[in-house]
């Protein structure tokens, strides 16, 4: 998941420059008065009243949320026994980004993606780059005003191919992403799901054929240190992965490298493994570098060594495209042909600087490179 600098963040207090767009966020209520829900609030879209409350059935936690409660994402409430998001309209987040920032790296290369991002997560990792909004509510972050249209709006204006739901988890506001990538779709733009995965089966076939691309962190290759980590558990994740492979969306893969955490070869190759058998040797695996954050900053980044290792296992194991990111390692966001070794896509940082593909095949020996390139 794309970090936001602090820099950024701290940017939302006053304003957001980016060509056409400029926006002040400020703290906009989510409630009005007399505790309703008011112009930012939907009715969500999966749960069932229960005698004990609510029970949100968007993601796998299936909170029960009793009168006055939140979730534990901390955008749902259930008022007088309907369930409402609480994040619509009203991003906390708004960035127009290159589309290798997510990362894609197989998806209309060197194209800028609208990115928006609304406060809440229904994970809870202690390496979280983005905590002061993932570990927040809309009722604590300052927003701006944006609207589906709008955003659509924006997006076209900032000549975006693609608008990204991203930096928090977008499942967690799920009904505003869902309006949103409807809008777009019309409109010929695309959608990006940039999230954890962490998701139920209904909710995310009721959304994927809205979503052309995402990114998925596969965070680790073990259960336990899943609930540890991030408060989730593996399972959900590997049936993200297939389903949105099934449902014919563009996928790439995160896994961010934590040194004592997840940073085992013997996981990293089973992880790999997994993924071959199960249909995988084709998405691109972004191996990230871990930088100490939120409740982990008493561990080191992650070394260089570390990083080139996993990849070596990767390509062993035989998944053909493998990047390292967060790292200036030269070459290491390049894309290569896994025919002939030649560079198809070559990037400095963030930045495309030569594209030798032609209709979907390597410009040096003809094979073909799997991806959508425009
Ligand atoms: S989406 Fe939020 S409220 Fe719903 S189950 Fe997940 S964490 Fe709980």
Not at 48 to 66: D, F, M
């Amino acid at each position: 998941m794309a970090k936001i600098s602090r820099r950024e963040f701290l940017k939302h207090s006053f304003w957001l420059a980016g060509g056409l767009m400029a926006m002040r966020y400020i703290k906009l209520p989510v409630f009005a008065q007399d505790g309703k829900p008011c112009k930012w609030s939907r009715e969500a879209m999966f749960y069932t009243p229960t005698a004990r409350g609510i029970r949100c059935q968007l993601c796998p936690n299936e909170c029960t949320i009793r009168p006055g409660e939140t979730g534990d994402c901390r955008n749902r409430v259930n008022y007088k026994g309907k369930l409402y998001t609480i994040a619509y309209g009203n991003p906390c987040a708004v960035h127009v980004d290159p589309i290798e920032k997510k990362p894609l790296y197989h998806y209309l290369p060197g194209t800028k993606s609208f990115s928006i991002a609304t406060a809440g997560c229904n994970f809870a990792c202690l390496n979280c780059q983005n905590w002061e909004i993932s570990q927040s509510s809309p009722k604590e972050t300052r927003n701006v005003e944006l609207f589906p249209e709008q955003v659509v709006d924006q997006a076209i204006r900032n000549g975006c191919k693609t608008i990204a739901y991203t930096y928090s988890e977008p499942i967690t506001f799920y009904e505003y992403m869902y309006d949103t990538a409807g809008i777009a779709h019309k409109k010929g733009i695309g959608n990006l799901l940039i999230s954890n995965g962490y998701i139920n089966e209904e909710p995310l076939r009721t959304l994927a054929p809205k979503i052309d691309a995402a990114n998925i962190d596969l965070k680790a290759f073990s259960n336990d240190i899943y609930m540890k980590l991030t408060a989730g558990t593996l399972e959900p994740i590997l049936n993200t992965l297939q389903i949105l492979r099934d449902m014919n969306v563009w996928v790439e893969i995160t896994n961010l490298v934590i040194p004592t955490w997840t940073d085992d070869y013997a996981m990293i190759r089973k992880m790999c493994q997994w993924l071959v058998s199960n249909g995988f040797s084709e998405v691109p695996l972004h191996f990230s570098r871990f930088f100490p954050l939120y409740k982990l900053t008493q561990l080191p980044q992650t070394p260089t060594s570390t990083l080139v290792k996993a990849k070596e296992i990767a390509q062993s194991c035989g998944i053909k495209y493998v990047y390292i990111g967060n790292t200036a390692l030269p070459g290491s966001g390049n894309t290569i042909c896994p025919s002939c070794g030649g560079v198809v896509v070559e990037r400095k940082g963030m930045n495309v600087s030569s594209v030798n593909i032609k209709n979907g095949k390597c410009a040096w020996c003809g094979a073909p490179i799997a991806g959508k390139w425009g």
